[in-house]
Structure formats: C-alpha cells, structure tokens
C-alpha cells in the first residue's frame, strides 16, 4: 500500500505522465467473419513502449453454429468479438471494484461480475439499415445488463452502495456506456513490397 499510495501521489502531481495511447490492429484471416487480432506497442506519458511479448493474439469469428447455418464448409468455434468486449468489461469493473476495496479499506472475499446483452443482427447481416428514418444510428442492443455479486465479512447495504459507485470507475464501463467519437477512417492499403 506504501508504494501504491506514493504511486497515487505522483499521478496527482504530473497526470501528464500517467496518459495512455492504447491500441489493437485487427487482420482479415481471408474467410468471412475471421479475424486475427493483436494488442499493439503502447503509450504511457508520452513513451512509446513496444515489448514483442505484449503482441497478444485473439482469433475472433462466428460460433460454429452460426457458420454452419450461413453455409460455412467445415464451421470452427471462434471467439466471438462481442462475447470478448464482455468478458473485458467483467475484468475491468472486478479490477475498478478490487482496487477501490483496497484504497477504501474494504474486505471482498469474493467477487464475480456477470454481464450480458440482448443483440439484433440484422444490421449486421444487412437485413435492416445502419441508420433510422431519422438518420440515427441503428441500435443493434438491449441494455447492458451487469450482475456484480460480493461477499465479505463486514459488507452491509451501504458498502453496497459505495460498491455500485465503484463500477463507474471502470475505464472499459466508461468506454461502453458514454458517447465517444469514433468516426472510421478508411485508405488504400499500401502493397507490400516482396
């Protein structure tokens, strides 16, 4: 706790130094719905950092049964990319509400964060439109629904509470649920030379 409380006392004093640049580059494995992705070098404070250990490696595709009904030949089980953001955002509000126990001396003997989400594929599959009558981006969800279920000795109704409020500082919760832009840019990809 020394070194974290020292830790949290620089980034108060120089927040320029604790900024991230994070990204992820994703390769069409040439078969539709299959992608091979890969975490990239990073930025903190302004310094590159670039480990080729950091280069993690996802295959993201359709569910064997989904391949196999749009007439795949030999379906596989992917990782599916929605499935995925999921399963990041349950280790992202464990790791907001773990370390917020920590700082707030709070005692969870377990922690489990379930999340789940109603979604509509026609859009993807282009059997509806991308955008609404009134040119509103068509929503292909349900509300996110998020069940996080804690245990401890001395966790009563307003630890609770104080646990609710924890959630919001999930950086991936924060990424899911507010408006950020993402407008796509789109180029000619440049032709290797051999």
């Not at 490696?57 to 196999?68: A, I, L, N, P």
């Not at 489990?112 to 009558?133: H, Y």
């Not at 500082?169 to 290797?192: C, D, F, I, W």
């Amino acid at each position: 706790m020394a070194a974290h409380e020292e830790f949290l006392a620089f980034a108060e004093e120089n927040p320029e130094a604790v900024q991230f640049v994070l990204s992820a580059v994703g390769t069409d494995e040439g078969r539709v719905l299959h992608t091979r992705s890969k975490t990239q070098s990073y930025s903190l404070g302004g310094q590159e950092i670039d480990r080729f250990g950091r280069e993690y490696t996802q295959h993201f595709g359709g569910h064997k049964e989904v391949e196999e009904h749009v007439g795949f030949v030999d379906p596989t089980d992917r990782e599916e990319a929605i499935e995925v953001a999921l399963a990041a955002l349950t280790g992202c509000i464990n790791g907001s509400i773990s370390l917020s126990a920590v700082q707030s001396g709070v005692d969870i003997d377990d922690l489990e964060t379930t999340v789940s989400v109603d979604f509509d594929p026609s859009v993807f599959l282009g059997l509806g439109e991308v955008n609404d009558a009134d040119g509103a981006p068509t929503n292909m969800y349900g509300d996110l629904q998020i069940d996080v279920r804690v245990s401890g000795a001395d966790i009563d109704d307003e630890t609770l509470d104080r646990i609710r409020g924890w959630v919001n500082r999930s950086p991936v919760y924060n990424l899911m649920t507010h408006g950020h832009e993402a407008t796509p840019q789109v180029s000619l990809k440049s032709e290797r030379a051999s």
